[in-house]
Structure formats: structure tokens, C-alpha cells
């Protein structure tokens, strides 16, 4: 199976941070790699497809990159809202698997 | 508007059943695999499995290989989840979702439903 590993586990920042997340495959997986918001006790969303594409309604604050091992998540400037758990998710493998998550929180 | 209604969570004892249903609307159901995805209390998601448009390819992770069965009827646009000798760490919201296949055939999941709690415990 193909592990994805993120990091930080957790990142405290203020509104107007620039933040980063970083998520990398055990091997490589081209540009299949997706990612999701989560909030609490609410369902994911996803953001970002195939590693750099805005869902449609997702501010465009939030940008992907990378390809091949990694990968990362940016939020250019932090909004109230954007306080969530970050999840990346590779479909390269028939079998699908997600990261272990990046808690943000507000500092 | 798309909708992923699931349904069927409970309290179930170690080695018991239960089946997950969840019913899609405001999409062409038949033209979409679709998936179940976890998530344990306090933990992280994991995908479970997934079904092909005609219910012809089923894939799943190893843990739960042989003990669920993923299953679809596309005129009622529902997908299932049938979960036998279940144990005590599948105690998790299940989560249906609809796999999308994007650009450079990428998969991922566009719409979710709202989930449901699945207990098991003695």
C-alpha cells in the first residue's frame, strides 16, 4: 500500500498567516494527489485535485503543488474559517489512502 | 443538488452485522464508482471500499477484505455496505462518497454524505 505522511501534525497560526502543509507518498504517485478540509463533526471537503486544481467554490487562497513524492498545501493569507483539519489523499493505487491529518489552529 | 443520505448505523456487539445504506439524488447515480470511507473518534479518515458504475469491480482495504461486502443498486440509487464479524476498532462514522475522475483520470471525492456512527461493543 502506498503511505502518505503529512506534516506538521499540528500548526498553530494567526489570521493573515501565510501557512504550509506537507504531505509525502511512500512512493511516487504522479499529480494523483487530492486535498481535503475537514471541521468538527462535519464531512470532508475537498479543496485541491489532481495536486494543484481549485475545487469549483474554494477560495482562491488555497493553492497545491508538487508531483511524483510531494507534495504541499497552501493558505496564502489565514481566514477565521479556514481553522480545520487538512487531509491529503492519493488515488495513484487502486487502493486509496489518506494522510493522518494537520490540525490548524489559531495561535 | 447532490445529496449522499446514509443510513443503517447503530450499537452492534463484537462478531454481529449491520448494514450501511446510502441513497444518492440530484446526479445520474449509474455513471459514478462510489466509495465508504471511516473515520474512528478522534482519528483520521480511511478509505474502506469502492464499487464500479455496474457493480463489476469492488475494491477494498485489507482490513476489512472477506468481513465486508460493498454492493449498489443503481435504480434505486444506493450504494451498500454489508459488515459481518465485526470488531471492536471498526467503531467509526462511515462516511458514502462519490468518486470523481478528474484530469490526468485523478480520483477523488467530490460530494460526501453527512455520515453515521457505527458502535461496536459489548
Known amino acids: 500500500d502506498i503511505q502518505m505522511a503529512q506534516s506538521p501534525s499540528s500548526l498553530s497560526a494567526s489570521i493573515g498567516d501565510r501557512v504550509t502543509i506537507t504531505c509525502r507518498a511512500s512512493?511516487?504517485?504522479?499529480?494523483?494527489l487530492n486535498w481535503y478540509q475537514q471541521k468538527p463533526g462535519k464531512a470532508p471537503k475537498l479543496l485541491i485535485y489532481?495536486?494543484?486544481y481549485l475545487q469549483s467554490g474554494v477560495p482562491s487562497r488555497f493553492s497545491g503543488s508538487g508531483s511524483g513524492t510531494d507534495f504541499t498545501l497552501t493558505i496564502s493569507s489565514l481566514q477565521p474559517e479556514d481553522f480545520a483539519t487538512y487531509y491529503c489523499q492519493q488515488s495513484y493505487s487502486s487502493l486509496f489512502t489518506f494522510g493522518q491529518g494537520t490540525r490548524l489552529e489559531i495561535k | 443538488e447532490v445529496q449522499l443520505v446514509e443510513s443503517g448505523g447503530g450499537l452492534v456487539q463484537p462478531g454481529g452485522s449491520l448494514r450501511l445504506s446510502c441513497e444518492a439524488s440530484g446526479f445520474t447515480f449509474s455513471h459514478y464508482w462510489m466509495s465508504w470511507v471511516r473515520q474512528a473518534p478522534g482519528k483520521g479518515l480511511d478509505w474502506v471500499a469502492n464499487?464500479?458504475?455496474?457493480?463489476?469491480?469492488?475494491n477494498y482495504v485489507d482490513s476489512v477484505k472477506g468481513r465486508f461486502t460493498i454492493s449498489r443498486d443503481n435504480a434505486k440509487n444506493s450504494v451498500f455496505l454489508q459488515m459481518d464479524s465485526l470488531r471492536v476498532e471498526d467503531t467509526a462514522v462511515y462516511y458514502c462518497?462519490?468518486?470523481?475522475?478528474?484530469?490526468?483520470?485523478?480520483?477523488?471525492?467530490?460530494?460526501w454524505g453527512q455520515g453515521n456512527l457505527v458502535t461496536v461493543s459489548s
Open positions: 462518497a462519490r468518486d470523481h475522475v478528474g484530469i490526468f483520470g485523478v480520483v477523488s471525492f467530490d460530494y
Open positions: 489532481a495536486a494543484s
Open positions: 512512493q511516487t504517485i504522479s499529480s494523483y
Open positions: 464499487i464500479r458504475q455496474d457493480g463489476s469491480e469492488k
